[in-house]
């Protein structure tokens, strides 16, 4: 049972332009979600995170939106840089211990000059 | 600078093979990870340690084993490998409630 879900898998954006990823989730219980970016052969390196408390996160060309009744969150990069194309994940946190994170299958960003 | 290292970053084994993939982090983490990735089904969780000699089992466990006899180090071991083992691998640390800091990956390769 996919718990988060990212029914995108390959999103292609010309350079300067917004990049919107989505996230879908079904568990109301998770309280914290977390993007994260990879490149290949690399490990995910974390980008943005949002609380289940505020439904929007700035930082810098980053902003990450979060719809509760639709479960529901988004990605959005701008402007586009080549330097972006990456495998975005989407992940959850539930609540008790040991921060166990669920990830979604990945995005595939290309940013296009 | 956070860091956390792995071992190795490309293993090749034989089928039947004993396999060990150390992790180690310095930043004194208390909870640690162990994810395989495969194309289009993300990462999935492994095994997880709250604490020294503490394990929990994650989604997929079967076929692994881990090892947490001190808390800078998470082992993952792979019993008798097999072919459907062959993945990349990545370990992860945390502090409480936060985000998770990764590791560069193993990709191992089972004949």
């Known amino acids: 049972d996919q718990q988060v879900k990212q029914n995108s898998p390959s999103l292609s954006v010309q350079e300067g332009r917004i990049s919107i990823l989505n996230c879908d989730y079904t568990?109301?219980?998770?309280?914290?979600f977390l993007w994260y970016k990879k490149y290949p052969a690399e490990g995910p390196t974390f980008l943005i995170s949002?609380?289940?408390?505020?439904d929007k996160n700035e930082d810098g060309r980053f902003t990450v939106f979060l719809n509760k009744s639709a479960k529901h969150l988004s990605l959005h990069i701008v402007p586009s840089q080549p330097g972006d194309s990456a495998v975005y994940f989407c992940?959850?946190?539930?609540?008790?211990?040991?921060?166990?994170?669920?990830f979604g299958t990945g995005t595939q960003l290309k940013v296009e000059l | 600078d956070v860091k956390v290292t792995q071992s190795s970053r490309y293993l090749v084994k034989r089928t039947g093979e004993k396999v060990f993939l150390e992790c180690v982090q310095d930043?004194?983490?208390?909870?640690m990870f162990w994810y395989r990735q495969d194309p289009g089904l993300g990462l999935r969780l492994i095994y997880f340690?709250?604490?020294?000699?503490?394990?929990e089992k994650g989604d997929i466990p079967e076929g692994y084993s881990v090892s947490r006899e001190k808390k800078e180090r998470f082992s993952l071991i792979l019993e008798s490998a097999s072919t459907n083992q062959t993945s990349m691998y990545l370990c992860?640390?945390?502090?409480?409630?936060?985000?998770?800091?990764f590791g560069p990956g193993t990709r191992l390769t089972v004949l």
């Open positions: 930043m004194d983490h208390e909870n």
């Open positions: 340690s709250y604490d020294v000699k503490m394990k």
């Open positions: 568990n109301s219980m998770f309280d914290y």
């Open positions: 949002i609380s289940s408390i505020k």
């Open positions: 992860a640390s945390s502090s409480g409630h936060n985000e998770q800091f």
């Open positions: 992940a959850a946190i539930g609540p008790g211990g040991g921060n166990k994170l669920t």
